[in-house]
């Protein structure tokens, strides 16, 4: 199969003048042309080949046989919609029931984590019949209309936040409110949930869903201190709403102890909807929304048939289960146990020669490592976080960096730590919609 139709300056060109230019490359200064890859590399026009850290999406390693070759099988024999009796879409639908705790038993196929993103907010509505939703500072849920509005990491630079949409601040133990020396930073921070709920019920609304990533990725390689969850499911649940974690970064074994990112917080807490897409295909795209009978049944009371052309088809869901497979059978879970703690052994080691390493943070193949200019004020060294991915892809690494960290997210959250210093109340206010 040849790699190349076109020279790599030709096609550097045809992109600028065909795609869009908001769908942004890599190394957008000197953009890399990939042709092939297999495992964990990638591999240029030229044959260089580069460790990839960057990609979220082969969970499996790059191409791997026993996911194409499933893919292949099942499309020389047949692929078309859901609304057909297929034993692959049960099959898939009964093994991902077995990787999650027993209340999450019904299951709704889907192309993209935006699209479960957007359905999971719709199952909330009309589970709820509530409107109004609780997100985390800094997230990002997905790139449809209805997410932009529940992505900070996005409406901050579009058209600012809806009033149904309420911010809670993230629960970031090295730069948030509450900090590493806090004696129970999972209660302060679920007490900011508790406190925003009260605001939007003074304002005569009510929630309807608490949206977050059990590990808030774009907002900066977070773990949540733990019991956090359990205390904001209480007092979403108390409000009549529901709790969606967004698994479409964190899910599929990546914490290595565990399947999924949520059980990490522990046994007695689940989520009411969970959200999973990126590895779930391994670069196919495949993603999926599971939830509780309960409500699964109010969306279905509607009347209103929920058809999606390509969710839950045979190919996809026989490329879902080669992916299970390939975790459970090359015991992916503890590699990522096993390399994540060698990775951060690696880091930490260089935190203690290294000034300019604030932080080293991660579960699994979960890691995150915080530049700093000061380790004391803990500013963000935003600008050798950026010579650093440049010097990495010298040394044929991709990795990449949180754009939570940039400049102006983070005079945003001093702001909140100024004002928190002062007055909580007006801290919350500060995070609330700007009344209309
Ligand atoms: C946490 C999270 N949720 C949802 C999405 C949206 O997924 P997709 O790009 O597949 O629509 C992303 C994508 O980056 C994500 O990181």
């Not at 580069?50 to 692929?79: F, R, W």
């Not at 949206?211 to 774009?218: G, H, K, M, N, Y």
Request: charged share 25%; net charge neutral; hydrophobic share 35%.
């Amino acid at each position: 199969m040849t790699l190349e139709m076109f020279n790599k300056e030709t096609t550097l060109a045809m992109r600028k003048t065909l795609i869009g230019q908001s769908c942004r490359l890599f190394y957008s200064e000197d953009p890399v042309k990939i042709v092939r890859a297999r495992g964990q590399y990638l591999y240029d026009e030229n044959g260089t080949r580069y460790l990839d850290c960057i990609s979220n999406v082969q969970h499996v390693g790059h191409c791997h046989p026993a996911v194409t070759k499933a893919a292949a099988s099942q499309m020389e024999l047949l692929n078309t919609n859901s609304r057909f009796l297929h034993d692959n879409i049960v099959h898939y639908a009964d093994r991902l029931r077995a990787t999650l705790p027993d209340k999450l038993c019904v299951f709704y196929f889907v192309n993209s984590g935006s699209e479960a993103n957007d359905l999971a907010l719709r199952l909330a509505h009309q589970y709820s019949l509530h409107e109004d939703v609780i997100v985390l500072d800094h997230a990002y849920h997905g790139h449809l209309t209805s997410l932009i509005d529940i992505s900070p990491y996005k409406f901050r630079k579009l058209g600012g936040q809806k009033e149904w949409v309420h911010v809670a601040p993230l629960p970031d133990t090295y730069r948030g409110l509450y900090r590493e020396d806090h004696s129970d930073p999972a209660q302060a921070y679920a007490d900011t949930v508790k406190d925003l709920i009260e605001e939007v019920h003074k304002k005569g609304r009510k929630i309807s869903a608490f949206f977050a990533e059990s590990l808030p990725s774009v907002g900066g390689q977070i773990i949540l201190p733990s019991g956090y969850c359990q205390k904001v499911a209480e007092y979403v649940h108390s409000a009549g709403g529901v709790f969606v974690a967004d698994e479409v970064q964190a899910g599929f074994g990546r914490v290595g102890s565990h399947f999924w990112g949520f059980q990490l917080q522990g046994e007695d807490f689940c989520p009411d909807i969970v959200t999973m897409g990126k590895p779930m295909g391994n670069g196919h795209p495949l993603a999926c929304v599971a939830t509780t009978q309960e409500i699964a049944a109010a969306f279905t009371a509607n009347g209103v048939e929920y058809f999606n052309t390509f969710g839950g088809n045979p190919v996809s869901c026989a490329i879902g289960l080669a992916v299970l497979d390939v975790i459970e059978k090359e015991n992916l879970q503890g590699n990522a146990s096993k390399v994540g703690e060698h990775l951060r052994d690696l880091l930490w080691g260089l935190k203690a020669k290294l000034p300019i390493i604030g932080d080293v943070r991660g579960v699994g193949l979960f890691v995150g490592m915080e530049l700093v200019t000061d380790r004391e004020k803990r500013t963000p060294a935003t600008e050798e976080a950026a010579q650093l991915a440049r010097r990495l892809k010298v040394e044929k690494i991709f990795c990449s960096r949180c754009r939570a960290c940039n400049r102006e997210n983070r005079a945003h959250s001093h702001r909140y730590v100024h004002r928190q210093t002062k007055d909580k109340r007006r801290h919350l206010r500060l995070l609330l919609p700007k009344a209309t």
